[in-house]
Every structure is written in structure tokens, then in C-alpha cells.
């Protein structure tokens, strides 16, 4: 039934994708094979208005929840100042905030209150869910320098949004999780070669980081996601094709995992065997698609 997927993130088990040409969002369990299909809010119109979307479980219910932002898309916005930052594409801030919650099998506009007007969003690339929280790259279109790159995070029990504080000069290029930590990866900008900082966030309360580690990565190459022992599992471009690697910070050594392809991306995601959607049927669909 997917025709267009695109991998949001992984959260208790469950693997979430988005159909972007059917505005479908599925919840699939692969360790038990049951999915959940839920159909989205209709945008008023699809060249005007654009969304990013979280997900994740509220630590005291384990209740599932989806969030949807809806924004203004501006293609106005600089985008060759944007991509010099990073690949991501930036858009204008969301204006409104649905949430569906799968013991009622319905969506609703959130209690929480929106985020700051002057944040801009990421829309391509998979936010990190930790600990029933869910965090996005943004930017903040009143910083005109390179530290306007922030994070924005969503409480799933609260519905609260939050706005991260960085490293001072700290400038994410992406996120990973490691452990149940956030893990942030941005440029060096005092070294004299390029090369980049891995930051660790210890306590989600006081938001310390911690630099775990330098590295200085080929050109075009991004931090997709960490093992257990904390080594990077980096995506490297060779030629026409991409390749996936592991980075031992310690002995600076890089070993070849043997994965590559041409003309895609890849993405790592923790995983974990769960009873997720056990009580559902095989297949479950939440408003017909």
C-alpha cells in the first residue's frame, strides 16, 4: 500500500512512515506484523501549506500519540543561504498543531501552545524520539548568522513545546539518539581544518551537553546514527553511490559495514521487540484511505 514511504522514526518498537502521495501515515510493529494506518487532516491546499510530523508515547500512559504541524510553505525564503548551512530545507512556522491518539482512533488540535513565529522548521529528514519526547531541527529566522540552527522539542504527555539550548556556536547539521540521549552533531567552527563536534545531551531537565568527540568526516558525508558503543554509523558519498561506514572515535579507524547504494539516502534507527499493537488486528485503518 506504500507507494511513496518515508521513514519519520522509531519509537517502543513501532516504525513510523509517511505516504506523502496519499497523506497516510502507518504504525508498523515488525516484530508481531501488525500495522496501523491513519489518514490525515486535509491540507486547504497543498502548494500553500506544507507539514512536518512527530510521534512517540507518553511515559505514564504509553499512550501512542501522532503530532501533525501545519505551516504557510514560503518559497520566498533564501534557499541557497539555507543550504549552505546544511541540506535541509527550511520553511515557514507551523500554524497549527493536530493530534491523534490511537486508543480513540481520532485527531484533535493540540492543548499546547505553538512555538515562537520566528521559528522555521526542517521538513526532510527524521526528527529523534526520546523518552516520550520528540525533537526537530529548526531555525530561527531572527539569528541571521550560522547559529541560528536550533532545536525544537514536543512533550507527548504535555503537548508542550520547548525550544533547546545549545552549546554556545553550536550549529547542528543532524540528530541522532544514542542510548536514550539526544545526540547532536554540528561543525567545529574555532578548528582550523573542518572538521566536526559530537554533543551528547546528559539530563533533558537542564539540557547539558556533553562533547563526546571530533571528527573530521569527507566531503558530503552525514552522521546518520550510532551503535550501542557509541561508535558514529556515518553516510559517506563514493562516486555515484553512498556507503555506510562506523567510526571509531578512539582509534580514528573506519570500518566498511558493506552497505551501499546509488541514487538513495539511508537512514539508522534504533530498534527494539515489543507487544505494540497487539490488541489491534493484522491491519487497522483510522479514517478511510
Do not use: E, H, N, R
Given at each position: 500500500m506504500l507507494q511513496h514511504p518515508t521513514v519519520i522514526g522509531t519509537s517502543h518498537g513501532l516504525m513510523r512512515l509517511h505516504d506523502n502521495k496519499r497523506d497516510v501515515v502507518f504504525l508498523w510493529n515488525l516484530s508481531i506484523r501488525k500495522a496501523v494506518a491513519v489518514v490525515l487532516p486535509p491540507n486547504k491546499n497543498k502548494d500553500i501549506y506544507g507539514n512536518v510530523f512527530g510521534f512517540g508515547a507518553c511515559c505514564e500512559t504509553h499512550e501512542t500519540k501522532i503530532v501533525k504541524l501545519t505551516f504557510d510553505n514560503d518559497d520566498d525564503d533564501d534557499d541557497d543561504m539555507q543550504e549552505a548551512i546544511d541540506p535541509y530545507q527550511i520553511d515557514i512556522i507551523p500554524s497549527k498543531v493536530e493530534v491523534f491518539t490511537l486508543s480513540t482512533g481520532a485527531w484533535r488540535s493540540s492543548y499546547g501552545k505553538l512555538p515562537r513565529e520566528s521559528?522555521?522548521?526542517?521538513?526532510?529528514?527524521?526528527?529523534?524520539?526520546?523518552?516520550?519526547?520528540?525533537?526537530?531541527?529548526a531555525s530561527d529566522r531572527i539569528s541571521m548568522d550560522d547559529n541560528s540552527r536550533i532545536i525544537i522539542s514536543f512533550d507527548m504527555t504535555s503537548e508542550e513545546f520547548r525550544e533547546v539550548t545549545l552549546p554556545l556556536g553550536l550549529s547542528p547539521v543532524s540528530m541522532s539518539k544514542l542510548g536514550e540521549s539526544l545526540v547532536v552533531v554540528g561543525p567545529n567552527k574555532h578548528a582550523i581544518d573542518s572538521c566536526y563536534d559530537v554533543w551528547m545531551m546528559g539530563d533533558r531537565v537542564q539540557q547539558s551537553f556533553t562533547r563526546l568527540f571530533t571528527f573530521t568526516p569527507k566531503e558530503g558525508a552525514l552522521v546518520r546514527g550510532f551503535r550501542k558503543s557509541g561508535e558514529p554509523i556515518i553516510n559517506v558519498p563514493e562516486g555515484y553511490e553512498d556507503e555506510l561506514v562506523v567510526y571509531d572515535p578512539y582509534s580514528k579507524h573506519v570500518n566498511d559495514l558493506g552497505i551501499e547504494r546509488s541514487h538513495c539516502s539511508f537512514g539508522v534507527y534504533d530498534y527494539m521487540e515489543t507487544l505494540f499493537l497487539i490488541d489491534q488486528p493484522n491491519f487497522m485503518v483510522y479514517n478511510d484511505i
Open positions: 521559528i522555521q522548521f526542517c521538513i526532510y529528514g527524521a526528527g529523534v524520539v526520546i523518552d516520550g519526547v520528540y525533537y526537530w531541527l
